[in-house]
């Protein structure tokens, strides 16, 4: 009963539309894609040839990519420090294979989980430690849940040919939104229907700009033409019509007679359906509109910008950002190590294009005995000054923290030589 349940859920995850009814079927060809209501077949290649979807996947894969990605290690007080020495820092922060920098990597796994619903790599491990990982397409991976041993099946079919079964603690698998937590469902499919409708206006948008923004012209003649006359017809109407020939005045000769047939693009209301389209495939990615360009309903006041952008971060990125850090620290972390280190995106990583913020967050973090001066430095990549650039300090004189509620050598002389001045006159005793 749980295996069929799975299957089912299998099924759903990469092909909503032909669960009900659907044979035995498989992964790899669900993945190929399916049919929308507009009656557009929808596949992860046409999807991205849609301008929307294009700039969702590549707006979220890309700010993930490049936020820094390191490993830090639980210290006994209960704070932390960089782990810069633990092997996997430079895998995840560096490069995780001979071939890709840790941008491409990153941007190829959260672009997999934005168009099939699920990011694949293979570990590579020598001494049981981790010493790299390469990416695996969503297309040619085949997923299948055995039930003796409780765990997924992974059958990948190599670029160079010839499938081979990976173990599953030799694959690091990051689902997305997912209804058994083991397989994420893809939004492509899912969303195949706003998609699908995003497709078909583009190419009556593409077909009435061909035409010259015209609907299209019947002909009514008086007369029954012999095929030859009709060809002859067809070709002249062909040399007047289309947008490079707009403004050729058709010559008709007696009993041909022009008639519109097709619907005016105000009365099919074309743009505002590609505005809809938008807005719809924005919502399936949960990004802001204007972030994609779509900027007809947006404010332009700062505040209104800076929500978005905070709600962006909190309830689109946050999300992502987590589970890959799960997955990093429960596949690729020995047990005996996962209580002490973990991985993590720095999301101050996001100030860098913004001077203004960037000094006000550090100047907040220092004047508040958080960082010191020389923390900012590197975070700058500037060198350490030492001494009390490396003091934590505190907004009352930017005492070091540590001297609060002291009186210094200084201090206790500058309070006398006060009292001294402030007292009365013996001669006006």
Request: glycine letters at 10%; proline letters at 5%.
């Amino acid at each position: 009963m749980a295996n069929s349940l799975f299957n089912a859920l299998l099924l759903a995850a990469v092909k909503p539309s032909k669960v009900a009814g659907n044979g035995a079927g498989g992964l790899f060809s669900a993945l190929k894609g399916g049919s929308s209501t507009s009656g557009n077949t929808v596949t992860t290649n046409s999807a991205l040839k849609v301008s929307t979807v294009w700039s969702c996947v590549r707006l979220i894969a890309e700010t993930i990519a490049t936020l820094p990605l390191g490993m830090y290690r639980r210290l006994p007080d209960g704070g932390r420090e960089g782990a810069t020495d633990h092997a996997l820092h430079g895998i995840l922060a560096l490069s995780p294979n001979a071939e890709m920098t840790s941008v491409g990597f990153w941007e190829a796994m959260v672009a997999s989980m934005l168009l099939w619903g699920n990011a694949y790599a293979q570990i590579h491990r020598s001494g049981g430690r981790v010493i790299g990982l390469t990416l695996l397409l969503p297309d040619k991976m085949a997923t299948s849940y055995v039930k003796e041993r409780a765990q997924l099946k992974y059958e990948y079919t190599f670029p160079e040919g010839g499938k081979r079964e990976l173990a599953a603690d030799e694959v690091l698998h990051i689902p997305a939104f997912s209804l058994d937590g083991l397989l994420g469902l893809s939004p492509i499919s899912y969303g195949a229907n706003v998609i699908g409708a995003a497709q078909a206006a583009d190419d009556a948008a593409s077909a009435t700009f061909k035409n010259g923004l015209m609907p299209t012209v019947a002909f009514k003649v008086d007369r029954v033409l012999k095929p030859t006359q009709r060809e002859d017809f067809r070709q002249y109407v062909a040399t007047i019509s289309g947008a490079l020939n707009a403004g050729r005045a058709p010559v008709l000769e007696q009993g041909v007679a022009p008639e519109a047939i097709g619907i005016n693009p105000a009365d099919a209301q074309l743009l505002e359906s590609r505005g809809w389209s938008v807005e719809e495939i924005c919502r399936l990615y949960r990004v802001p509109p204007w972030m994609v360009g779509h900027t007809e309903k947006s404010t332009s006041w700062g505040t209104g910008i800076e929500q978005q952008m905070i709600g962006f971060l909190t309830f689109t990125l946050g999300p992502w950002l987590r589970r890959i850090e799960r997955a990093v620290g429960k596949k690729l972390l020995p047990p005996q190590e996962r209580g002490t280190y973990y991985a993590e995106f720095a999301l101050e990583g996001l100030l860098r294009a913004d001077s203004a913020a960037r000094a006000q967050f550090y100047s907040t973090m220092t004047q508040n005995g958080i960082y010191t001066r020389d923390e900012c430095r590197v975070r700058e990549n500037l060198p350490r000054r030492g001494g009390n650039a490396d003091a934590l300090t505190v907004q009352t004189n930017l005492s070091p923290i540590d001297l609060l509620g002291q009186t210094s050598d200084g201090q206790a002389a500058r309070a006398a030589l006060q009292n001294w001045l402030n007292e009365p006159s013996l001669s006006k005793e």
